[in-house]
């Protein structure tokens, strides 16, 4: 019994010295990238991005940092295809854009991103109530906690070419919603802030899913990607594509969505993106 409370003990304290050694370890990172010039080939990419390109100079500096910070602590796997620089830092600057006023976000869960060269097919296991299922799936990007997935030429294009859709804002807002434990379309929000989103935006998810299953009189909603009526969790993704993309548009036809997500986001995306 001595022996096993022993074993127990030890277990306790090694398992401390290694989140102790972690923590330490993440803390100078922290100070040496405050000290590490941010590299020029990175920028040369991110100064073909729109979105790079209108940003205050003090926002610039500190995407800089998040994208190094990010590059240091998530770790990128190509499959089928070489992770380059260009991959990392524009995959990265999405990543860090969504969530650049956001205190201590830098994807907690997340450890992975997984860069297939476009959209593919895959098998995919499906856990539904403890029934697995094996099903084909297409992707041009998926997140699962840990780990997200990203269509490189999709995400090319979009980061570039201001094509008003955004497939890394897109898994990367699915990777917030898991943070709040499941992906529902309600990402981690205060309580007093709960009732007022579930309020506003599940509302207009309703009027646009039923609009879009009776193909009919979409009016205004018509400028949501119907891919967003597929449930609640893509909905608030590809409004998210929106407030990043066409955030004026967002503003003007949708004033209740976009607030909600600008309280969200802690970022007034139509002040600095008028696209
Ligand atoms: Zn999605």
Same mark, same amino acid.
């Given at each position: 019994?001595?022996?096993?409370?022993?074993?127990?003990?030890?277990?306790?304290?090694?398992?401390?010295?290694?989140?102790?050694?972690?923590?330490?370890?993440?803390?100078?990172?922290?100070?040496?990238?405050?000290?590490?010039?941010?590299?020029?080939?990175?920028?040369?990419?991110?100064?073909? #991005?729109?979105? *790079?390109?209108? $940003?205050?100079?003090?926002? @610039?500096?500190?995407?800089? !940092?998040?994208? +190094?910070?990010? %590059?240091?602590?998530?770790?990128?796997?190509?499959?089928?295809?070489?992770?380059?620089?260009?991959?990392?830092?524009? #995959?990265?600057? *999405?990543?860090? $854009?969504?969530?650049?006023? @956001?205190?201590?976000?830098? !994807?907690?869960? +997340?450890?992975? %991103?997984?860069?297939y060269?476009h959209t593919m097919i895959l098998d995919n296991?499906r856990?539904?109530?403890?029934?697995?299922?094996?099903e084909k799936f297409l992707i041009s990007g998926e997140?699962?906690?840990?780990?997200?997935i990203?269509s490189?030429d999709e995400?090319?294009?979009?980061?570039?070419?201001?094509?008003?859709?955004?497939v890394?804002?897109h898994?990367?807002?699915?990777?917030?919603?898991?943070?709040?434990?499941?992906?529902?379309?309600?990402?981690?929000?205060?309580?007093?802030?709960?009732?007022?989103?579930?309020?506003?935006?599940?509302?207009?998810?309703?009027?646009?899913?039923?609009?879009?299953?009776?193909?009919?009189?979409?009016?205004?909603?018509?400028?949501?990607?119907?891919y967003?009526?597929t449930?609640?969790?893509e909905?608030?993704?590809?409004?998210?594509?929106?407030?990043?993309?066409?955030?004026?548009?967002?503003?003007?036809?949708?004033?209740?969505?976009?607030?909600?997500?600008?309280?969200?986001?802690?970022?007034?995306?139509?002040?600095?993106?008028?696209?």
């Open positions: 019994m001595i022996k096993l409370i022993i074993a127990l003990w030890i277990i306790f304290f090694v398992y401390l010295a290694y989140l102790l050694f972690d923590y330490l370890k993440y803390k100078y990172l922290l100070k040496k990238l405050k000290t590490t010039k941010f590299p020029d080939v990175y920028r040369k990419y991110l100064q073909n #991005i729109p979105h *790079y390109q209108k $940003l205050p100079k003090k926002l @610039k500096t500190k995407i800089e !940092y998040s994208i +190094l910070l990010f %590059i240091n602590l998530k770790k990128f796997i190509g499959v089928y295809v070489e992770v380059t620089d260009e991959i990392k830092v524009i #995959i990265s600057f *999405y990543a860090c $854009l969504i969530v650049i006023n @956001k205190k201590n976000s830098c !994807y907690e869960e +997340l450890e992975y %991103i997984y860069v060269p296991i856990n539904s109530g403890g029934i697995y299922t094996k997140s699962i906690g840990e780990s997200v990203v490189w995400a090319k294009k979009d980061a570039y070419h201001l094509r008003h859709q955004n890394i804002v898994e990367f807002t699915h990777e917030l919603d898991f943070e709040s434990g499941t992906v529902n379309g309600v990402p981690p929000l205060e309580k007093s802030k709960y009732n007022e989103w579930i309020n506003i935006i599940y509302k207009d998810y309703q009027e646009f899913a039923k609009r879009i299953s009776n193909h009919k009189n979409l009016e205004k909603y018509k400028l949501i990607n119907p967003g009526a449930n609640e969790a909905f608030f993704a590809v409004v998210s594509e929106m407030f990043w993309t066409k955030p004026k548009t967002l503003k003007l036809h949708f004033p209740d969505i976009y607030k909600e997500y600008k309280e969200f986001f802690n970022f007034d995306s139509a002040k600095y993106f008028d696209f």
